[in-house]
């Protein structure tokens, strides 16, 4: 079953395969990607200097997915280039919002 992000939990939405797919920024998450990418913050350091790589995008959008099972890491990593950077800047903001405000 399918739902709609929810903006307020700091979800957002990414297409892969042609099926919106919903990004949620849950502790367990953002912790893999953490282990991932390094500390968070200085994720959000990066990306507000405009320095956040296309791998750290990708790998953070990975880590939220909430269909991890269903897809692999390369489908996610082709699903971020087919969106392109500004089709990435809303989930991408999204996603780094929650990891600054937290999500309600």
Same mark, same amino acid.
């Given at each position: @079953?399918? $739902?709609?992000?929810?903006?307020?939990?700091?979800?957002?939405?990414?297409?892969?395969?042609?099926?919106?797919?919903?990004? +949620?920024?849950? *502790?367990?998450?953002?912790?893999?990607?953490?282990?991932?990418?390094?500390?968070? *913050?200085?994720?959000?350091? +990066?990306? !507000?200097?405009? #320095? =956040?790589?296309?791998?750290? @995008?990708? !790998?953070? *959008?990975? $880590? &939220? =997915?909430?269909?991890?099972? /269903? *897809?692999? +890491?390369? /489908?996610?990593?082709?699903?971020?280039?087919?969106? !392109? =950077?500004?089709? &990435?800047?809303?989930?991408?903001?999204? %996603? %780094?919002?929650?990891?600054? #405000? !937290?999500?309600?």
């Amino acid at each position: @079953m399918t $739902h709609s992000a929810n903006s307020y939990r700091g979800e957002a939405t990414l297409t892969v395969d042609g099926t919106p797919q919903i990004l +949620r920024p849950s *502790f367990a998450a953002l912790v893999s990607a953490e282990d991932e990418l390094g500390p968070l *913050f200085a994720l959000v350091e +990066r990306a !507000g200097d405009g #320095q =956040l790589k296309l791998a750290e @995008m990708a !790998g953070l *959008f990975w $880590h &939220c =997915l909430e269909a991890q099972d /269903q *897809f692999t +890491r390369d /489908q996610i990593e082709a699903a971020t280039i087919e969106a !392109g =950077l500004a089709g &990435c800047a809303k989930p991408l903001r999204a %996603l %780094l919002g929650a990891i600054l #405000q !937290g999500a309600g």
